[in-house]
């Protein structure tokens, strides 16, 4: 079990963790994806957010880029920390996710 599971696991418990464990751990916050009673997509930022609307839209990189005047390797970057953000591993789950939770028609 990874850090993150295991905080997972006492969070859900309401238990403490002594924060000495927690220190050398930066990325832990990020694995927890903040409040647990938020839908994934609250977590993007707003440039994320718009990004994320496209892809599930089935736009492709180039196109996104031309349109927000960002170079392709920008939003493949954006891409890549939506994808890690949302738990999710392929455009193909971000547009499930959308329409599933009326983000996108």
Do not use: W
């Not at 390797?73 to 954006?78: D, E, G, I």
């Amino acid at each position: 079990m990874d850090i993150a599971e295991q905080v997972r696991t006492v969070m859900a418990k309401s238990l403490m963790l002594d924060p000495a464990q927690l220190t050398d751990n930066a990325k832990l916050v990020d694995d927890l994806g903040g409040d647990p009673n938020q839908p994934p997509h609250a977590s993007l930022s707003e440039r994320e957010f718009q990004i994320f609307c496209k892809l599930a839209a089935g736009k492709p990189v180039s196109k996104i880029a031309d349109e927000l005047f960002l170079s392709v390797k920008t939003v493949s970057t954006y891409r890549a920390r939506i994808l890690q953000k949302m738990d999710m591993k392929t455009n193909a789950d971000l547009t499930y996710y959308a329409i599933k939770n009326g983000l996108i028609q």
